[in-house]
């Protein structure tokens, strides 16, 4: 086992980790090398065995990983051997889809409360939950010993909403909103912004370079025409 703290982009990778066990666990496999976990996941068996070392030693040389055994001690390590009460703010599209999704529960998470602002969702029964109004959020929160929050408000309601659940005891955020929230010293935040993310990828749409990328502009449709036999117009008469 390292010593010291353990990098966020570990913690990051776990949950990934996790996820391919219990599929292979699903689909009969009892053992797994570091080699063909890598494999699977796209990246190197040195990362593996490098990111599974700041939590001890797992596996054995020649033998590989107890696929079993190795979910059992990510359970762990990740705090997911037991029930996360959650609780939603917001319940427009985004909040509704996700209160009816239904791998929460498998993975370790539960929604025990729902909070809204609209009069029209306020008293609304999802899931035999009640959804209340985001005044009190605080209250149920503290309440029910929720720590984990997921936000699903539009961005100028978010940071209102992120300090009444730090107010309640929340100490985890999973935020929905497109914008940053401002939150204590010790309190987890992830966001989910799939338009920074999309924004991201275009990047590395190369649709001015060549595969080679050496950045040579594509051949327009007009010069390929125009040096085709096919495509040369007629000289004019």
Same mark, same amino acid.
């Given at each position: 086992?390292?010593?010291? *703290? +353990?990098?966020?982009? +570990?913690?990051?990778?776990?949950?990934?980790?996790?996820?391919?066990?219990?599929?292979?666990?699903?689909?009969?496999?009892?053992?797994?090398?570091?080699?063909?976990?890598?494999?699977?996941?796209?990246?190197?068996?040195?990362? !593996?065995?490098?990111?599974?070392?700041?939590?001890?030693?797992?596996?054995?040389?020649?033998?590989?990983?107890?696929?079993?055994?190795?979910?059992?001690?990510?359970? +762990?390590?990740?705090?997911?051997?037991?029930?996360?009460?959650?609780?939603?703010?917001?319940?427009?599209?985004?909040?509704?889809?996700?209160?009816?999704?239904?791998?929460?529960?498998?993975?370790?998470?539960?929604?025990?409360?729902?909070?809204?602002?609209?009069?029209?969702?306020?008293?609304? !029964?999802?899931?035999?939950?009640?959804?209340?109004?985001?005044?009190?959020?605080?209250? +149920?929160?503290?309440?029910?010993?929720?720590?984990?929050?997921? !936000?699903?408000? *539009?961005?100028?309601?978010?940071?209102?909403?992120?300090?009444?659940?730090?107010?309640?005891?929340?100490?985890?955020?999973?935020?929905?909103?497109?914008?940053?929230?401002?939150? *204590?010293?010790?309190?987890?935040?992830?966001?989910?912004?799939?338009?920074?993310?999309?924004?991201?990828?275009?990047?590395?749409?190369?649709?001015?370079?060549?595969?080679?990328?050496?950045?040579?502009?594509?051949?327009?449709?007009?010069?390929?025409?125009?040096?085709?036999?096919?495509?040369?117009? *007629?000289?004019?008469?």
């Amino acid at each position: 086992m390292r010593n010291g *703290p +353990v990098p966020d982009i +570990v913690v990051r990778r776990l949950p990934l980790y996790l996820r391919t066990l219990r599929q292979l666990q699903r689909e009969g496999h009892r053992t797994i090398s570091s080699e063909e976990l890598a494999q699977l996941l796209g990246v190197t068996a040195a990362q !593996i065995r490098r990111d599974l070392s700041y939590f001890g030693r797992f596996g054995k040389q020649g033998y590989g990983y107890a696929v079993a055994a190795l979910i059992h001690e990510l359970e +762990v390590i990740l705090h997911l051997d037991r029930l996360w009460n959650v609780a939603l703010v917001g319940y427009g599209k985004l909040g509704q889809a996700i209160a009816h999704y239904g791998e929460f529960e498998p993975n370790g998470f539960r929604i025990t409360a729902i909070f809204a602002k609209s009069p029209e969702h306020i008293g609304q !029964i999802v899931n035999g939950i009640v959804v209340l109004p985001e005044t009190e959020i605080d209250r +149920v929160v503290r309440e029910q010993g929720i720590r984990i929050g997921i !936000i699903a408000v *539009p961005p100028d309601a978010a940071q209102e909403v992120a300090d009444k659940l730090v107010a309640g005891g929340v100490r985890a955020i999973l935020n929905y909103a497109p914008t940053v929230l401002h939150v *204590p010293p010790g309190i987890t935040v992830r966001e989910i912004d799939p338009i920074s993310a999309l924004q991201s990828m275009t990047f590395y749409l190369h649709d001015r370079h060549d595969a080679s990328g050496n950045g040579q502009d594509e051949q327009s449709f007009a010069d390929i025409m125009e040096r085709s036999p096919v495509g040369k117009r *007629p000289a004019a008469h």
